[in-house]
């Protein structure tokens, strides 16, 4: 079991340069584990590319569908006082964005507090440079 990212997660919805690495990996483990708001995060992210004329109608209702099929199968990280206190932690020491400290945050935590023993897999540099410095084993980076 990995724990993915948003930025993981997106390009097994659309055709980008990593959907082929990020399907091996989801075929080889397809146990899934995220935080719980994931979907939101990949929902906007469908958006974006929509309201910004790069995915079409068409292309946006596909996305959002293999989404929902995801999410009807993965695990979620559940929002909890402990979650927030790590990401507020992670804020101040790494350079992270809000929703990225909440990311790092819950596979921490679903991790015991011992980061090597969960593998993470993101596309996002600045969160990839604090999971390893965490002690986060990265997988696709």
């Known amino acids: 079991m990995r724990f993915w990212d948003a930025s993981a997660i997106v390009p097994l919805l659309l055709a980008e340069p990593a959907t082929k690495r990020m399907r091996a990996l989801a075929a080889a483990d397809p146990v899934m584990l995220v935080w719980w708001a994931t979907e939101v995060e990949c929902a906007s992210a469908v958006a974006r590319l929509q309201r910004d004329g790069d995915l079409n109608d068409e292309g946006a209702a596909r996305a959002l569908d293999r989404l929902s099929q995801f999410a009807g199968a993965w695990h979620e990280v559940d929002p909890s006082d402990a979650i927030r206190e790590a990401a507020l932690r ?26 090597s023993s969960l593998a993470l897999v993101t596309l996002d540099d600045r969160l990839a440079a604090a999971a390893r410095k965490e002690g986060f084993a990265l997988a696709g980076a």
Request: proline residues 8%; positive net charge.
């Open 90 to 115: 992670f804020l101040r020491v790494h350079p992270l964005r809000a929703a990225d400290a909440l990311q790092l945050a819950a596979a921490f935590l679903v991790a015991e507090r011992r980061p």
